[in-house]
T-cell receptor, first 113, second 110 residues
Framework: KQEVTQIPAALSVPEGENLVLNCSFT??????LQWFRQDPGKGLTSLLL?????REQTSGRLNASLDKSSGRSTLYIAASQPGDSATYLC????????????FGQGTELSVKP | EAQVTQNPRYLITVTGKKLTVTCSQN?????MSWYRQDPGLGLRQIYY???????DKGDVPEGYKVSRKEKRNFPLILESPSPNQTSLYFC?????????FGSGTRLTVV
């Protein structure tokens, strides 16, 4: 069964700290991997999309890496701010899932002023 | 602006009263799908559509119907809602590279 796991489930850091969120997946046959942000009760905002042929993507203070062979992705957030507080979701598009995204359970991030 | 639009954002209804949640995208995407999000269960796919008139079941299709008569619209229909369908619902569309999600519909069935 293809699964996506995110560790840790929750993380609290002081403002200004650099941090890493982890995502692992059970099958290397992926089409792409996407990181989303979700504020409480709100929609999913796409942060970064990494195609299977890519190693990393960057947007502002965010950097996502992909290592298909080990089944891992990381989301690096530099100089964290209270406004970064949200749940971060990793989602994988596997080849044989008919286009269905499989989501991890998310990491709830709290950045303290 | 490229977006997926869902309506309504919030809905409280009674058991058994048919309802429709609308979803529309302006990106000419072929692929559209519906997810529900529940605490502890995460996001699960309900139905998806590869193109007009092509739909298929996801992981949790029971109690739901969909239709895809036009490329831009993909409504979710609950013929006889029950309390276990209380959830946060998301519509999404995709064109090969990456998903765009709607803002969500919070449905409460009493």
């Amino acid at each position: 069964k293809q699964e996506v796991t995110q560790i840790p489930a929750a993380l609290s850091v002081p403002e200004g700290e650099n941090l890493v969120l982890n995502c692992s997946f059970t099958d290397s046959a992926i089409y792409n991997l996407q990181w989303f942000r979700q504020d409480p009760g709100k929609g999913l905002t796409s942060l970064l999309l990494i195609q299977s042929s890519q190693r990393e993507q960057t947007s502002g203070r965010l950097n996502a890496s992909l290592d298909k062979s080990s089944g891992r992705s990381t989301l690096y957030i530099a100089a964290s701010q209270p406004g970064d507080s949200a749940t971060y979701l990793c989602a994988v598009l596997f080849y044989n899932q008919g286009g269905k995204l499989i989501f991890g359970q998310g990491t709830e991030l709290s950045v303290k002023p | 602006e490229a977006q997926v639009t869902q309506n309504p954002r919030y809905l409280i209804t009674v058991t058994g009263k048919k309802l429709t949640v609308t979803c529309s995208q302006n990106m000419n995407h072929e692929y559209m799908s519906w997810y529900r999000q529940d605490p502890g269960l995460g996001l699960r796919q309900i139905y998806y559509s590869m193109n007009v008139e092509v739909t298929d079941k996801g992981d949790v299709p029971e109690g739901y119907k969909v239709s895809r008569k036009e490329k831009r619209n993909f409504p979710l229909i609950l013929e006889s809602p029950s309390p276990n369908q209380t959830s946060l619902y998301f519509c999404a569309s995709s064109l090969h590279y990456g998903y765009t999600f709607g803002s969500g519909t919070r449905l409460t069935v009493v």
